[in-house]
């Protein structure tokens, strides 16, 4: 699992990226094209993904707040789940996200067999380690090193690698079927990544996003003002004034180079890690899982960093090999995977396995894999389930690896989360507190739209209100696929936001609601003046 990866890569058909490993990977996979984030920030998104529940079932918004055990309900994790079938689960890395969020252990005992690794470099990621043009150091958020001159003389991903290739040689001496889960950092910010991935991009080649400003209609609320980026040392230099910016372009154009180059950085280290699966054999009996916790807005929307609910923040990589499944079997001894050397040899586009344009989601991910590594795939999640310890909310993609995807399905649906403090940006917009959430954004994406609204919120009693409707975001992708032309609210569109205002204000209930809406679109016509026939029948009315 990577951090904060958009799909910036070539097999997701980015022209720029250097991605060989990971797109060898593809080559050999089922490849989710439209998979999506339940909320685009680590902790909330993280622990949707591994329990299978949604965030208001979890209830953690943010990354400092609770653990799900306590205050939510003692639900069973994806590796939990392998751990009980007589799995050893290895953890290596950022996979829970750390803190009180996973009770500060990353959930073990319950998850892993032995206590998770960190890597101990990881120590200096937030110190001034970074040499700026003063020659002096700083804490920056464009950090490219000389890796020789680190503390420890390495960095936390390269550590990871090699822990990972340690427990691997380690489960070939072992009889005991092993989940191992290995969460590279990059390219989370600060990009302190090895200098040499840098000089892979060349500033001259870098452009800008096609939409680098601010959408005209975009709802003040919906808008993320990057605080994040605006604490390093680097970016206060530049004196941009809160909280619209802009950066500076030239900074913007350095800041996707040094992204680009993470990316890169990331896949070389899948790409070590892969060769290691092949050389010991597992190649040909080992389920291999590539996917990121949310993605990173590189200046679409005048935005940066993750916290909202545009597809650059929500969308994320996914992609599941299956030997003898997905790709022909290499036998038990055979080596499926070996290392691409991107500074050594050419770029060359490869081809996706088997892809699936459908719609899917994070909390798909822990039904799927339980069935293609042949456990019973959890139940479907009663209403509500904080006392069930095993169940999802998302749904089994299994059938997507037997039978090729024939058309696009308008039926499927993926849902997100956003909180805010307020309705116009504060400094803590981005990851506000529980405590300090008082407007809550549930944004539904199918196949042909993006639809959000955001409401009033009440932390004290996890209520959220549906018929208060603070702002709302239509987005008609055919049209309009980077969501830059916010329809919500004009002629044909109002009904929506009004006919919400009749809705009984039950949290459990937005998802349905939001997709009933969509429906009602989909068969009505998106321009329509008159939907409410089908919105009067429309759930909690």
Known sequence: ?????????????????????????????????????????????????????RPDTTKLYDNSDSYWRIHAGNYTTLPQYFKSHGYTTLSVGKIFHPGIVSNHTDDYPYSWSVPPYHPPSFHYERRKVC??????????LLCAVNVTEMPLGTLPDIENTEEAIRLLRLMEKSESPFFLAVGYY???????????????????????????????????VAYNPWTDIREREDVKALNISFPYGPIPKDFQLQIRQHYFASVSYVDAQVGKLLNALGDLGFGGNTIVVFTSDHGWSLGEHGEWAKYSTFDVATRVPLMVYVPGLTSANQG????????????????????????????????DLFPTISHLAGLHAPKECPQPSNHVRLCTEGESRARTFYRPETHVSE??????????????????????????????????????????????????????????????????????????????????????SHSLGQQRSVMSQWSEILQHHITCLKEHGPRKQDLHTCLKHSPGV
């Open 411 to 496: 039926e499927e649906m993926a849902f997100s989360q956003c909180p805010r403090p307020a309705d116009t940006p504060q400094l803590n917009s981005d990851q506000p507190r529980f405590k300090d959430v008082r407007v809550l954004g549930y944004s539904i994406r199918s196949s042909q739209y993006r639809y959000t609204l955001w409401v009033g919120f009440q932390p004290d009693n996890f209520y959220a209100n549906m018929s208060n409707i603070h702002a709302g975001e239509l987005y008609l992708l055919v049209e309009d696929p980077d969501q830059d032309h916010n329809l919500f609210g004009l002629g044909g569109y109002e009904v929506l």
């Open 1 to 53: 699992m990577a951090d904060d990866l958009r799909p910036s890569l070539g097999c997701y058909s980015d022209p720029l990226v250097k991605s060989p490993n990971i797109d060898q990977l593809a080559a050999k996979s089922n490849v989710f094209l439209n998979a999506y984030a339940q909320q685009a920030l680590c902790g909330p998104s993280r622990t949707s993904l591994l329990t299978s529940r």
């Open 131 to 140: 040499k700026g043009p003063d020659g002096k150091l700083h804490e920056n």
């Open 332 to 363: 038990s001894s055979g080596k499926a995977f070996s290392f691409v050397d991107v500074f050594q040899e050419p770029s060359k586009q490869l081809i996706p396995g088997h892809i699936v344009k459908s719609v899917v989601e994070l909390v």
């Open 186 to 220: 990059k390219p989370h910010i600060p990009f302190r990544i090895p200098q040499e991935f840098v000089e892979l991009y060349p500033l001259d080649e870098m452009i800008l996003p096609p939409d680098p400003d601010v959408p005209q209609r975009l709802p003040s």
